[in-house]
């Protein structure tokens, strides 16, 4: 079983959790990041956790030549492909770059490990490749339907990946639909850094509960859900990474090409997470009822059904955990890794 693993934008806020889940399972991590998104501090975070060396390469994985000669020194046996930009705002008014960043990050991969061998890839992925219109519940047999650059991107590189996995004797992979990622690791140590103004929900609130921000706007009050806010599934970070583990283990014994959802198959409203984040941090969190945003939905939650049955995962930490351990972790970095 190949135990050197590639984690590609490892840096970043998942990657950095997966690295140290990875690594307390057995395996050895190997990081490429360009850190456009990701912090080498979070790495050396890891490292104090684990008391394990990253072998860490500031490299974009749009540059092939880069990413072969990381292969080629440390005989990489398997890959969790993370690096991307990630931002549906950001998607929306730059799309190009978009399309550009993560469709070539993703076809450099898939070129380097053909002429490497290397069959083994977990692919992070997300829910915004469903139909809204399917809402609230998604299967993984769910219509896809992006409604957002971003959400495109991540729709044409699974297509892309199943694409080479049937041209291509020997590759694998799994994709990975993720919903709505917060908390941090529970030693307060590593967690979400986003630069700028956070694009999610509980990056802000923590921001306004230690006073970097003055209020949190909440983006329509008028759906047709219990309190009017939105409602979707949010699951611990540490949970996600463990998902990442059980995928790992499971494609290596097991190779195919599959989609599976990771999330908790329950949801939770704005205002649900603004009052458990209160009782988390003890701290009143403002908020003002703004405008919808467009291309936003009432509810959407996954349907984690096939995590559990293929990979014996499901999340473990409940909406006070993700709070609790969200709050340890901007208390104890109030400006995140750098200050």
Not at 91 to 110: F, G, I
Not at 281 to 299: Q, T
Request: aromatic share 8%.
């Amino acid at each position: 079983m190949p135990k050197t693993i590639l984690l590609t934008g490892g840096a970043g806020y998942i990657g950095s959790h997966t690295a140290l889940e990875m690594i307390r399972a057995g395996y050895e991590v190997v990081v490429a990041d360009n850190l456009s998104n990701g912090s080498r501090e979070s790495l050396n975070r890891v490292e104090r956790l684990t008391g394990v060396r990253i072998r860490f390469y500031q490299a974009d994985v749009r540059d092939a030549r880069a990413l072969e000669d990381i292969f080629i020194e440390c005989d990489i046996g398997g890959v969790v492909h993370f690096a991307g930009l990630k931002a549906v705002g950001e998607s929306v008014e730059k799309p190009l770059l978009y399309y550009r960043h993560n469709l070539d990050a993703t076809l450099s991969l898939l070129e380097v490990m053909a002429r490497r061998g290397v069959g083994t890839l977990i692919f992070s992925s997300s829910a915004t490749v469903y139909d809204p219109a399917c809402a609230p519940v998604y299967t993984e047999d769910a219509p896809l339907k992006p409604v957002n650059p971003y959400g495109w991107t991540k729709f044409m590189c699974e297509r892309i990946i199943k694409d080479a996995c049937a041209a291509e004797k020997g590759l694998s992979a799994l994709l990975l639909r993720y919903f709505n990622p917060v908390g941090a690791h529970e030693s307060g140590l590593i967690g979400e850094d986003p630069r700028g103004v956070p694009n999610n929900l509980m990056p802000y609130i923590s921001q306004v509960a230690v006073g970097r921000r003055e209020y949190l706007t909440v983006h329509g009050g008028d759906y047709p859900t219990p309190d009017g806010t939105g409602i979707r599934d949010y699951i611990h970070v540490s949970d996600l990474a463990r998902g990442h583990v059980a995928a790992l283990d499971f494609l290596l014994a097991n190779p195919c090409v599959d989609e599976i959802n990771l999330g908790t198959g329950r949801g939770c409203s704005v205002l649900e997470v603004v009052k458990a984040f209160e009782r988390a941090s003890g701290r009143p969190i403002p908020y003002r009822i703004g405008p919808r945003r467009s291309g936003d939905i009432a509810a959407f939650w996954a349907d984690a059904t096939k995590a559990r049955k293929k990979l014996g995962w499901e999340a473990r930490h409940d909406l006070s955990e993700m709070c609790a351990d969200a709050w340890r972790w901007q208390s104890m970095n109030p400006g995140g890794y750098e200050l």
